[in-house]
């Protein structure tokens, strides 16, 4: 039995699952595809690394929902669990879930299968008097990316309703690149963020402030601006006006990543995004993810050189369970165009314990002539395993702790039968 | 140099985000002259856009409640800016429902204009929305280029049809040729003419009228010897300009609502001025023949 998934989905099912997808291809032009027995997740990542987002459909969510992945039985009975590894190209699926009304009012019934032997994802809708549309969709195998961000021990919180954020998004063009929310514990700012475009004389600077009143929830730990990408933040407004949940908010300091939530008890929506550290939130600290703009290049290399790469500044997620492959191909393309882009030099420590590939990732779009690399925060990603049940209770400051040496032990036997390839952990600075 | 103005009354607020609305659809940039009495929206007809100017007018006290100005100096009371027409029309836009709304310039980190809104919302506290849109003071020696233009003493003068119908006619026009030739005649006829090798097509509009000379000429003293020169012409003969049809294109399609007062003056192989009245507020586009 291979890994697989098939779900069945109604009318009004089917759109708020059109919706999820279409708020996700706000941030990537791929998604993976990832069932487990939490629901359905559709999960993806952004080509820059900075943002995330992830729609986990519940299993009730669908009118039948049925998935398994492979175990491999090993003689030191400890067993591997191979799941889907679907990814899936936004440029095949945004057209099937098109006119999502129409959807909803004219199908009976959605049908989503995998067939593993051939690499497709079948979708196929019923209409009336017998009518069947089917798609046959090929996904690449690859393992499916997450991040782990815990929402609850955030200093700052907020819950809106969509309207809110409708409201003030049209405050400003498609062509904002950025925008900066700006809270003390009685309100909140958000605002134009034009640093680098001071010099451009045409930029109009918007801000929009709210009171607290307006908000479900507001609670401030401290006073706070961070500044984050616009456009992702329209992804979930996108996929808000599928359901009719608040948004939540969940933030700290300047280069701490943002998260963006929706939940509404059969689907829960995550969108992580990074934000731009200043200089003042610098880490002094070596637990710190952050990298001040900036810092020169021969710095960052000469840092991470010849270091040790366990238990330093970069923290790895450690795995209980085998560590994977992560997209060795993907890594490789990774690092080139990053380097192309004039990123410090990223660091890959060959057959160690813990891998860690370090990019400085620039902005989406450098401003011409800008000599600063602008760089956002740091996020996490580990290989989606059947453990990932792992949670992390860590103080704050980091997202993830270091590996330590003993988990790792216990892994050895597991590596050695992958070619002593590891799991790559991907961290974005 | 201050300016600084508030407007509470929300149909005032709507016009007047019309009024912007218009401007950005005629005028990619556009200067604005803040006197006592009077906002001007001014686009001078330098090569760069073609030819083209523009001239509007409304009085600050039909929709402010409260303008207080100071000019350049005691004897130069006014203030030119330079913007660019659609940050204002998308600041307004976002005062759709306001309580008040205030203008006023300043100088963050350069000069702007600072529209200030303060939105009605469901809780106690209003929401404040800010937009700083950067502008350009122009100097006092550029003046001379913005005054308002001479209506030129037409050789028609003639009332325009539905603008609608004239803009869904012109645009049809625009898929087989850029040199559009507008004709009329002081019988109320108003034709629209292109041609090609292939193909010659013609819109005619008539009965629509041809305003008295004391409306054409405003409050300009009408000379009788004039007068009786016009009742000698033959009413039927046509006076035509030949225009780029884009501009008339570009003119017609800021026209959003329909105004209060259309018409349009021909100065024989000159050019088109056309001359509309929004409510309260003035605007005149003049268009250069082709050379």
């Known amino acids: 039995m291979a890994a697989m998934l098939k779900c069945v989905m109604s009318g009004s099912q089917v759109k708020v699952f059109g919706k999820a997808v279409q708020a996700l291809s706000r941030i990537s032009d791929e998604f993976w595809l990832d069932p487990s027995k939490k629901g359905l997740a559709l999960r993806c990542v952004n080509s820059s690394r900075s943002a995330y987002g992830c729609v986990l459909f519940s299993p009730v969510f669908f009118q039948h929902y049925q998935w398994s992945a492979l175990v491999k039985m090993s003689e030191n009975e400890l067993d591997t669990t191979l799941h889907l590894k679907c990814k899936l190209g936004m440029k095949s699926i945004l057209p099937i879930f098109r006119c999502l009304n129409s959807l909803e009012r004219n199908i009976e019934k959605c049908r989503i299968f995998t067939r593993s032997d051939k690499c497709k994802v079948v979708i196929q809708f019923f209409y009336r008097h017998g009518i069947k549309r089917t798609h046959n969709i090929c996904f690449q195998e690859s393992q499916p990316l997450q991040v782990i961000f815990d929402k609850n021990v955030c200093t700052n919180t907020l819950m809106i309703q969509p309207r809110l954020l409708a409201d003030a998004i049209v405050l400003f063009t498609s062509s904002q690149e950025e925008v900066t929310l700006a809270v003390t514990p009685l309100n909140f700012c958000l605002k134009s963020s034009n640093e680098e475009s001071m010099d451009l004389s045409n930029a109009v600077h918007s801000e929009m402030f709210v009171g607290s009143d307006e908000f479900d929830f507001f609670q401030i730990g401290m006073d706070t601006e961070i500044t984050f990408c616009f456009k992702e933040l329209k992804g979930i407004l996108t996929f808000s006006e ?151 209770n860590h103080p704050f400051d980091s997202l993830a702790r270091a590996s330590d040496s003993e988990e790792d032990m216990n892994n050895v036997c597991c590596r050695k039968e992958f070619n002593g390839s590891d799991a790559k952990y991907f961290c974005i600075i | 140099m201050k300016f600084r103005a508030k407007i509470v009354d929300g149909a005032c607020l709507n016009h007047f985000t019309r009024i912007s609305n218009m401007i950005a659809k005629l005028a990619k940039t556009c200067t604005l002259r803040i006197s006592p009495d009077k906002l001007n929206f001014i686009l001078c007809d330098k090569l760069a856009n073609g030819g083209v100017s523009m001239w509007c007018e409304l009085e600050q006290e039909n929709f402010f409640n409260e303008f207080q100005m100071e000019g350049v100096s005691a004897e130069n009371n006014e203030i030119y800016l330079e913007l660019t027409s659609e940050n204002l029309s998308r600041a307004l836009k976002t005062a759709q429902n306001a309580r008040a709304l205030k203008i006023k310039l300043t100088n963050k980190h350069f000069p702007c204009l600072t529209v200030s809104v303060e939105l009605l919302s469901m809780s106690s506290s209003s929401r404040i929305v800010t937009h700083d849109i950067p502008i350009k003071v122009i100097p006092r020696k550029l003046w001379k280029d913005l005054q308002e233009p001479v209506v030129p003493d037409p050789d028609v003068s003639i009332y325009l049809p539905v603008l609608k119908t004239m803009k869904s006619v012109v645009e049809k026009m625009k898929n087989i040729s850029n040199h559009l030739v507008i004709e009329a005649n002081l019988d109320g006829e108003l034709n629209l003419k292109i041609e090609t090798e292939l193909v010659c097509v013609t819109t005619h509009f008539k009965d629509l009228g041809n305003p008295p000379l004391d409306v054409v000429f405003k409050c300009i003293p009408i000379i009788l010897a004039s007068e009786s020169t016009h009742e000698d012409r033959n009413v039927e003969h046509m006076a035509e300009v030949h225009i780029d049809i884009r501009k008339l294109l570009q003119f017609l399609a800021g026209q959003q609502v329909n105004p209060t007062k259309a018409l349009c003056n021909i100065v024989n192989n000159k050019m088109v001025h056309f001359d509309l009245l929004h409510e309260d507020v003035s605007l005149q586009y003049f268009i250069p023949a082709l050379s």
């Open chain 1, 242 to 392: 599928a359901t009719h949940a608040p948004i939540s908010i969940y933030f700290d300091f300047p280069g701490k990543p943002l998260a963006l939530s929706i939940d509404d008890m059969l689907v829960e929506a995550n969108f992580i995004l990074a934000t731009l550290a200043d200089e003042q939130s610098r880490a002094s600290s070596p637990q710190s993810l952050c990298l001040s703009q900036k810092r020169k290049r021969s710095d960052l290399i000469e840092k991470k050189a010849g270091k040790n790469v366990t238990g330093q500044a970069l923290e790895c997620i450690s795995k209980k369970a085998a560590p994977r492959r992560l997209y060795p191909k993907e890594t490789l393309t990774n690092i080139s165009a990053l380097e192309n882009c004039g990123s410090p030099a990223m660091k890959r420590v060959d057959g160690d314990v813990s891998e860690v590939s370090e990019s400085s990732v620039s902005n989406t779009e450098e401003v011409p002539g800008s000599l600063c690399l602008r760089k956002f925060s740091c996020m996490f990603f580990g290989a989606v395993s059947s453990d990932q049940q792992e949670h992390f």
